[in-house]
Nanobody
Framework: QVQLVESGGGLVQAGGSLRLSCAASGRTFSINSINTMGWFRQAPGKEREFVARIQWIGGTTYYADSVKGRFTISGNQNTLYLQMNSLRPEDTAVYYC?????????????????WGQGTQVTVSL
């Protein structure tokens, strides 16, 4: 089992920045089984959507078109980050950290085994 705990959310004005963190814990074997970690978000009244992911082998990153050029995912198997710059009101959502041990991971929720409880990000005008 892997536990994920997000932090770093808050209230920021449009154009500002926030950095989210996700701490992963569990047995070493479980942590080492994680191949991909990512961020999803869910705005009020909307479905949870993919934001970004990183594959630990090779370090390849993927982003949703809506955040490309503004958000950066980074970290290691113990701590995942999401640097969010040039924030917009439409970025307001609960942000979730997720981890997957699958060999091939897509940008969909079902490919992720573990989830954090979420952290609220609110962007005001």
């Amino acid at each position: 089992q892997v536990q994920l705990v997000e932090s770093g959310g808050g209230l920021v004005q449009a154009g500002g920045s926030l950095r989210l963190s996700c701490a992963a814990s569990g047995r070493t074997f479980s942590i080492n089984s994680i191949n991909t970690m990512g961020w999803f978000r869910q705005a009020p009244g909307k479905e949870r959507e993919f934001v970004a992911r990183i594959q630990w082998i090779g370090g390849t990153t993927y982003y949703a078109d809506s955040v490309k050029g503004r958000f950066t995912i980074s970290g290691n198997q113990n701590t995942l980050y999401l640097q969010m710059n040039s924030l917009r009101p439409e970025d307001t959502a609960v942000y979730y950290c997720a981890a997957s041990g699958l060999a091939r991971v897509r940008n969909i929720q079902n490919d992720y085994n573990y989830w954090g409880q979420g952290t609220q990000v609110t962007v005001s005008l």
